[in-house]
């Protein structure tokens, strides 16, 4: 498998062959902005939504990946919204435990799912990550809505 890294704000974004796309503490594989890695974090920055591969939308754990690609930018849901969001209000806990197995960091979003009882959450890549990713989102989102107000 081969791995290319980039460095972010919040750590190395790693892009593997794989298809796993998530955040290292330390370089693997080719480094630097011309890298799989780095043109992914440049889409991301100038986006903040990637596109995603197809899903199965015919099992929960597909609607799950769907829903939650479909969470705009800036904004967050909980586990229960996503779970409804995905066809089954009552299986939060299934959804959640779909989110925490997600290989593929910003491209299905999993950072823009927070507890209901407040706060961040967990997240697979360290709650700073989450935290970052999503007060990063919410600024890039107000300031494209102010230029646009302009």
Partial sequence: MECSTVLTPIGYLRVCSD????FADRPSGSTGPDTAAGRLWTQYRSHLTLPAPQTDISTFSGRVLQALHSIPQGQTVTYAALAAM???PKAARA??????????????????VVPATGGYGNYRWGPERKQWLIEYEKK??????????K
């Fill in 140 to 149: 890039q989102t107000q300031i494209h809505t102010n230029d646009q107000k």
């Fill in 95 to 112: 959804a959640a435990r779909i989110v925490a197995r997600n290989r593929m960091a910003l491209i299905f979003p999993c950072h823009r």
């Fill in 86 to 88: 995905a066809g089954n």
């Fill in 19 to 22: 298809g796993t796309v998530d």
